[in-house]
Each structure stands twice: as structure tokens, then as C-alpha cells.
């Protein structure tokens, strides 16, 4: 058993040291869905170490013969539900796999700040990642969406720009909510996205996508400052209220066999961009894999590297779909030409071959 460093020793509940965890999380700028997600899963996990206890547990009750009972339950259809819990289903293995890598995160926690002498659950092992290719959208099922919703409504105009954009960008769901038109460049095709951690990062538009992006801004009018995308009612659009849209627009465009979420568009965009030539470092960068912090001035698109604006044209996914002939944003968006070759001069054209009787 470890032992503590920390006042209250073993004996410390284990829901205070959570809520300390929670407290450290937010002090190191941690955003508040991650700080709420630790704490679901944590809340659940003291919850149900009380219900096998018959009491509310001490930090001495963190082992790992708790930790892989926690883990066998996750696995059993639950009586309630909840936030990390659907009523009556069990969770996946994926979901397993984040209930007990973040239990193994606050472990590591309370060793380093000296609340036990060791990591009390260094060897619980986490379930293998089974990794299965993530369902994307067809060519077809991409059609179908925006053919579902097309129209010249605002509403109409407000969902063909968020299907565009997330198709072409790969933006999450809290970056698209949380896109601001400060920080969209209408005319160069590029914005600048906070991202996890909230890390900056510039992010191309392509054609199609920014001439969606333009129809839906004339008619929306309104503050030239604040969220891009606007419910009816004129507020910031909810990342639920994206989700339930997509839904929506899915059942209605018959689409089966793919999830129809904002994160199958971003799923899409990688697989394709890819697909289309695109290189991994460059992927990368534009999906803030890899976050990194920029000086943004005023003029923040002078900042953006030529190479990547270059790369983004060249594997546009959304300029792609719009070369194959289906939908476009309600007129087809205009595409810079491929430079043609010099014309030659008469002197070096190739002499006619001579026509018989000549």
C-alpha cells in the first residue's frame, strides 16, 4: 500500500484528492470540457468504488484490483445512466480505454505531487486499441448531403456553408462553434482556429468551401465581430445543435453504413486529402495535431506559409468534389486555372506535312 506525503495521509478521501486534480487541471490551462471530462469519469469511478466499499473510499483504497473491478463494470449494461454512461448499454472498448488511461493520469497525479508514494496504479493494464478504420463518406453520400441542404433560405445557406467547411478544413466540432469572424480572411481563404489547449493555428479555405462560406455571411448580415454560424434566433450555433443538424440532414439524405457527425467530416477530409497526394506533415499541421503557438499581428495572413496555402490548393478535398460535376455552392465557385503553356511562334511551329498533289 502507498504510503503519503500530503496531510491526511491514506486516509485522505479520495473525492477531495479529485477535486484537488480538478482544481491542478484548470490552474494549468486546461480547457473546461477536458477539466469536465476528467471529472465525470472520476466521479464515477469514487461512486462506484463506495458502492463496493459500502463506504466512501481513502486514497489507501486506490489499488489496482479496484481499478480492473472498475473496468469489468464498464464493460456490464448499466443501470443508470449519465454523462460517461448510456442508460442500459455498455460502454466500448474505446470509451473503456479513456475511463482507464485518465484514472491512470490522476495516479501518476497524486505520486507527483506527493499524496502517495507511488503510483498506486502503474500496472493496471489498459485494453489494446483495436483500431479499426473510421467510416467516411463517399463520394455519393457527400452529394446526397449537400444536395439536402441546398437552398437560398438562410438556413439553407447557414448549413451547405457548415458542410463545405468541415469537408474541406477538417475543423473540429468546438473550432467550427467556436470560429469567430475576426479571424476568418474572406478574401485570402484562411482562418485562424483555436484549437486544443488553445493553441492557434491558420487553416486554408478552399474555393468551393469560402464561396459557401460568402452566400451564407450576405444573407446572414449582422455583427461583423463574434460566431461565424448563428442559430435562428441569432446566437452562437451550439456544437450540439451541429450535431443534431448533420443528423438530421443525414436521415433526410438516406445516409447508411457512416455515422453522420461532424467528426466523420473531419475523418473524411484527412482520409482524402491524403488519398488525393496529400503528405502527412502537412496533414498534420492543418488538423493541430501538432500544436504550436504563432505571434498573430493584424495582418495575420502574411504569417501563413506559402507552401502549406499551395498544398491546401493542390488536395482541396472540397474543390476536388466540386471538379467531379456535383454539387457546388449554388454557382460553381471560381477556380484559379492551371497555367498554360508559352505559345510558340510561328518559326517554331513543325511545318505542315504536304497534301498530295501539292
Excluded: N
Amino acid at each position: 500500500m502507498a504510503t503519503s506525503r500530503r496531510p491526511g495521509g491514506a486516509d485522505l478521501p479520495l473525492a477531495r484528492a479529485t477535486t484537488d486534480f480538478r482544481f491542478a487541471l484548470a490552474a494549468g490551462g486546461r480547457r473546461a470540457t477536458t477539466v469536465g471530462w476528467y471529472a465525470d469519469i472520476l466521479d464515477a469511478f469514487v461512486q462506484f468504488a463506495t458502492g463496493v466499499l459500502g463506504r466512501g473510499p481513502r486514497l489507501a483504497d486506490l489499488t489496482v484490483d479496484l481499478g480492473r473491478r472498475y473496468a469489468v463494470s464498464l464493460s456490464e449494461p448499466a443501470k443508470s445512466g449519465g454523462r460517461t454512461r448510456r442508460r442500459g448499454q455498455p460502454l466500448s472498448r474505446a470509451t473503456v480505454r479513456g475511463h482507464l488511461k485518465a484514472l491512470k493520469v490522476f495516479a501518476g497525479w497524486l505520486r507527483r505531487e506527493g499524496y502517495l508514494s507511488r503510483d498506486a496504479l502503474a500496472s493496471l493494464e489498459v485494453p489494446r486499441d483495436d483500431r479499426r478504420l473510421f467510416p467516411i463518406f463517399s463520394d455519393g453520400q457527400l452529394d446526397a448531403l449537400l444536395r439536402v441542404a441546398e437552398g437560398d433560405s438562410l438556413r439553407a445557406r447557414r448549413w451547405t456553408a457548415v458542410l463545405w467547411v468541415l469537408l474541406d478544413t477538417g475543423l473540429r466540432l468546438s473550432e467550427l462553434t467556436g470560429l469567430a469572424l475576426e479571424r476568418v480572411d474572406l478574401e485570402v481563404g484562411a482562418a485562424r482556429v483555436v484549437g486544443k489547449g488553445g493553441t492557434e493555428r491558420l487553416v486554408p479555405i478552399g474555393s468551393a468551401a469560402l464561396f459557401a462560406l460568402r452566400r451564407y455571411l450576405e444573407r446572414r448580415g449582422g455583427p461583423a465581430r463574434g460566431a461565424v454560424f448563428l442559430d435562428d434566433d441569432g446566437r452562437p450555433l451550439s456544437p450540439t445543435a451541429v450535431y443534431k443538424g448533420i443528423r438530421s440532414l443525414g436521415t433526410r439524405a438516406g445516409i447508411t453504413g457512416v455515422r453522420c457527425s461532424p467528426h466523420t467530416f473531419r475523418h473524411t477530409f484527412a482520409t482524402r486529402y491524403l488519398l488525393l497526394g496529400g503528405d502527412l506533415l502537412t496533414l498534420a499541421r492543418l488538423l493541430g495535431h501538432s500544436p504550436h503557438s504563432l505571434e498573430v499581428t493584424q495582418r495575420y495572413v502574411t504569417l501563413l506559409d506559402a507552401d502549406l496555402r499551395a498544398a491546401h490548393r493542390r488536395f482541396s478535398p472540397g474543390d476536388h468534389l466540386a471538379r467531379l460535376g456535383g454539387v457546388r455552392p449554388a454557382r460553381p465557385p471560381r477556380l484559379r486555372p492551371e497555367r498554360r503553356p508559352a505559345r510558340r511562334s510561328p518559326a517554331d511551329r513543325p511545318a505542315r506535312p504536304a497534301r498530295a498533289g501539292a
